[in-house]
């Protein structure tokens, strides 16, 4: 039996177990959150010192050089512009599409209409104080204050600092720039773009040692996860509203991008599909896009045929803004609870909730508590359009009625977002292929 088919065995023995475990071992629908937080903080800790710390040890270092391999492989800076906006008009089209799919499904479900939201209350307002500050501080400015977040994060005044706290977006950046800069001056580059090669290798090297860590990892946070919410908590109005979420999911997973990828990319979905699956277990594992980079990355050019200019490029930037499962999850969230209010949404401002719940996801992707900003975001953008027709508001704390089933859908939301970004790395490999002596060297 193959190493890779092994490890992808343990994987999901270990996700399995992480569930029953956390399930049936610790779980308690009776007990407080805070004695929910000490059973499973242990878990948590341990999982993440023996896995995601490596990997987002990896993060930072590998965005930046795999960036520079990328433009530097791509060379022309008039190709690049073009694969460049053939990958944000993807990104942008894939998230208006999860959009529009999570709004009908919702639409056609309604699991919010009939629903009692005073029931909710005194939990869902406990639930919302403890994200308040991230929301409050987040939403403040709406999209246009989370694009200037945006803006900030690609244009580091201090590159050091940016990859000090983690800025993806901002090595991604500097990575371009400096990927440019080497290919304009062209001989004499040639030794540091050799050294930035070696570089990858290495780094992609490093990974195939951590993820071998993976099963073990994957167990102890998933039980964490798990035992935090419980299963029990899917019954019910949320548990039909967690069922349209995850129902919008699949279908853009295994409808709307395979079909892209079939059309675009001339490419049998479900076969590229097995192919990667690796990093798509880990995103619903760990429920960090950014923490599954580097084994997307490594993944796609390996097994996946990806070519290296496209998938160094596209997999770091899709990482940072390109959210379809969030997306998606968002628009049927904001509609769930203005159905639970029996507050009627126009054609225009279900428009609104399509507009906002793609922009802020790219927007909102760097701050903390993203998914709940970006939510907080969309629904004041709708409430001021129901405040303009005289129409009463939706209040803020209704989040909290869905945040108890939010770490289940996190990583089902991840998994998708992973996947988008797969997607979009082997369609602009169709772009970008790389050369034969990039075969030779064995980078792609």
């Known amino acids: 039996m193959r190493k890779d088919t092994i490890l992808t065995i343990l994987i999901l023995l270990s996700l399995v177990l992480g569930v029953l475990w956390g399930q049936f071992a610790l779980f308690d629908i009776a007990a407080s959150d805070e004695a929910i937080q000490q059973a499973v903080r242990p878990y948590q800790e341990f999982g993440d010192l023996i896995f995601i710390r490596p990997l987002r040890m990896m993060i930072i270092p590998l965005v930046f050089v795999s960036v520079v391999v990328g433009v530097t492989a791509i060379g022309d800076p008039e190709k690049l512009g073009l694969i460049g906006g053939a990958t944000l008009v993807y990104y942008f089209t894939t998230m208006a599409a999860a959009v ?16 009692a939201p005073e029931e909710f209350r005194a939990s869902a307002e406990l639930a919302y104080a403890t994200k308040q500050a991230n929301v409050e501080a987040g939403q403040a400015g709406g999209v246009t204050g989370a694009f200037q977040n945006l803006l900030r994060d690609m244009i580091p005044t201090n590159p050091i600092e940016a990859a000090a706290r983690g800025s993806t977006l901002s090595m991604v950046t500097v990575g371009i720039f400096f990927g440019i800069a080497l290919v304009m001056i062209r001989d004499a580059a040639r030794p540091v773009i050799a050294v930035f090669e070696g570089l990858f290798q290495a780094f992609i090297k490093l990974v195939t040692w951590i993820i071998w860590l993976a099963p073990i990892g994957i167990f102890f946070i998933v039980a964490a996860k798990v035992g935090q919410t419980g299963f029990q908590k899917l019954a019910g109005p949320v548990g039909l509203y967690g069922l349209t979420v995850v129902i919008g999911l699949l279908l853009h997973a295994m409808v709307t991008l395979p079909l892209l990828l079939w059309i675009f990319g001339r490419t049998n979905p479900y076969a590229y599909l097995l192919r990667v699956r690796k990093p798509l277990l880990m995103a619903f594992s760990t429920a960090s896009s950014s923490a599954t980079l580097p084994i997307t990355i490594e993944e796609c050019q390996m097994r996946g045929g990806c070519s290296k200019r496209a998938s160094n490029f596209v997999l770091p930037l899709g990482a940072t803004i390109n959210m379809d499962g969030t ?15 029996g507050i009627d949404l126009s054609l225009t401002q279900q428009m609104f909730i399509l507009i906002t719940a793609v922009l802020a996801a790219v927007g909102a992707a760097g701050i903390p508590s993203a998914g709940l900003v970006t939510m907080a975001i969309v629904i004041a953008a709708v409430n001021k359009s129901l405040a303009a027709q005289g129409h009463a508001e939706l209040p803020m704390w209704t989040i909290g009625v869905i945040l108890g089933v939010d770490r289940i859908l996190d990583m089902c939301r991840t998994a998708v977002n992973v996947w988008g970004d797969a997607v979009g790395a082997r369609l602009v490999t169709r772009l970008a292929p790389d050369t034969e002596t990039d075969r030779a060297d064995g980078v792609a």
Not at 327 to 341: G, I, N
């Open 327 to 341: 997306a998606l999850y968002q628009a049927v969230a904001v509609t769930f609870l203005f159905q639970m209010f």
């Open 100 to 115: 529009l799919l999570g709004q009908i499904l919702v639409n056609i479900i309604q699991p919010g209409v009939g629903v």
